[in-house]
Structures are given as C-alpha cells and as structure tokens.
C-alpha cells in the first residue's frame, strides 16, 4: 500500500533552518508530482511546494519563495523540503501529497519557530 513518511521536523529559533524529508513506497514514485502542504493551529492546511515527476518544474507559495526549495531523488523515492530563513509564522504540521491520482498523505512532521 501507498506510504508516505515524514521526518526532519523540530524546534528552531527564528532565521534557522531544517530539512524535511518523505519516503514515499507503494508506488512508482518517478512518475507522480508530490507537494508540502502545511498546517498552523487554528487555520487550514495549505500548499507550500510542488515539484513535478522529473523535478524540471517547481512552484511555491508566496509566503516561502526564497526562502523554501523542494527538491526530489527519484531513486530514494524521497522528497525533502529545505527551509531557510524560517520565520515564527511557518509554525505547522508539515505534510507531504502524491496523487496517483488517488491522493495520499503522510502523518506530518512538527515544525516550531520561536526563541
């Protein structure tokens, strides 16, 4: 069956960085798009990355470019999400999306800014 795992997660101070990562399994993974989608307390889940099958494509939400970058391995079936600059607005549970095109999610990764 389709999994998805994340992990990288944590707390960081404001400005630092993490790298998130999804294992993807249970599919041919070189041959779907994946995203980040996040979610702060109270608000909806939105989508922060895409990256398409090959990686020659890539957009990000308003709120992260610059600062964000997606990137994939087609041979680990792994997609990693690099955060830089991190602000205490992009406090969330950090989810990683493939379409198949049935639409699977990950368990979310924690991730807090603040001093």
């Known amino acids: 069956q389709v999994q998805l795992v994340e992990s990288g997660g944590g707390l960081v101070q404001p400005g630092g960085s993490l790298r998130l990562s999804c294992a993807a399994s249970g599919f041919t993974f070189s041959n779907y798009a994946m995203r980040w989608h996040r979610q702060a307390p109270g608000k ?13 494509r890539r957009n990000y939400a308003d709120s ?16 990693y999400l690099q955060m830089n600059s991190l602000k ?22 924690q991730v807090t800014v603040s001093s």
């Open 88 to 109: 205490p607005e992009d406090t969330g549970v950090y989810f990683c999306n493939a379409r198949t095109p049935n639409e699977y999610w990950g368990q979310g990764t």
């Open 64 to 79: 992260v470019k610059g600062r964000f970058a997606i990137s994939r391995d087609n041979v680990r079936n792994t997609v």
């Open 44 to 56: 909806e889940r939105e989508l922060v990355a895409f990256i398409s099958s090959t990686g020659g």
